[in-house]
């Protein structure tokens, strides 16, 4: 199975900050790669797939980056609603499909 | 708009069983693969169970194979995980999820039905 190590677990920010996420995988996925934004007691909602290509109506101050096995989200300047926890997928065909571990970020 | 609503979670013994189901609604559900992903309390997101157009094709985790069974009634709009054998570590919380466009891309979620086992 392909593993996915996901860093920080938890990150403390404030609003404004410019925050990044890295989502590491253990062999080469290419470009199948999705970050999902979940909220306590709600649905996983995609954001980014294809590592980079945004989701429709999701905010640009998302975005997706990477290639291979190394990939990160970048929160440009957070606002109030996108304090969550955030994983990664990868879906490089049937391998079978895993996930990050997850990042909270909290309030600073 | 595209809406998974899962249900028939619950409290049940070890070596019991329990039958989710997914009802779809806001699309084609003929029309998708559809999954189930579950998320034990701590830890992270584990893909369980996967099934394609007309049940043709389905996939298992090494962790739930010949204990659990999925299974679809377009029809119904409707998607079913029955969980036979449960142990104390399939207790989580269990998503279901469709398939975007058969790349395995999953694009919407439920809201997740609570699995308890134990004694």
């Known amino acids: 199975d392909i593993q996915m190590t996901q860093s920080p677990s938890t990150l403390s920010a404030s609003v404004g900050d410019r925050v990044t996420i890295t989502c590491r995988a253990s062999?080469?996925?290419?470009?199948?790669l999705a970050w999902y934004q979940q909220k306590p007691g709600k649905a996983p909602h995609l954001l980014i797939y294809?590592?980079?290509i945004l989701e429709s109506g999701v905010p640009s101050r998302f975005s997706g980056s990477g290639s291979g096995t190394e990939f990160t989200l970048t929160i440009s300047s957070l606002q109030p609603d996108d304090f969550a926890t955030y994983f990664c997928?990868?879906?490089?065909?049937?391998?079978?499909?895993?996930f990050g571990q997850g990042t909270k970020v909290e309030i600073k | 708009q595209v809406q998974l609503v899962e249900s028939g979670g619950g409290l049940v013994k070890p070596g019991g069983s329990l039958r989710l189901s997914c009802a779809a609604s806001?699309?084609?559900?003929?029309?998708?693969?559809m999954g189930w992903i579950r998320q034990a309390p701590g830890k992270g997101l584990e893909w369980i169970s996967y099934?394609?157009?007309?049940?043709?094709?389905?996939y298992y985790a090494d962790s739930v194979k010949g204990r659990f069974t999925l299974s679809r009634d377009d029809a119904k709009s409707s998607l079913f995980l029955q969980m036979n054998s449960l142990r104390a570590e399939d207790t989580a919380i269990y998503y279901c999820?469709?398939?975007?466009?058969?790349?395995?891309?999953?694009?919407?979620w439920g809201q997740g039905a609570q699995v308890t086992v134990s004694s």
């Open positions: 999820a469709r398939d975007r466009d058969r790349g395995y891309l999953l694009d919407y």
């Open positions: 806001g699309f084609s559900f003929s029309d998708y693969y």
């Open positions: 099934i394609s157009v007309n049940g043709a094709t389905i």
């Open positions: 062999q080469n996925i290419n470009y199948w």
């Open positions: 294809k590592a980079s």
């Open positions: 997928h990868q879906y490089n065909s049937y391998s079978p499909w895993t």
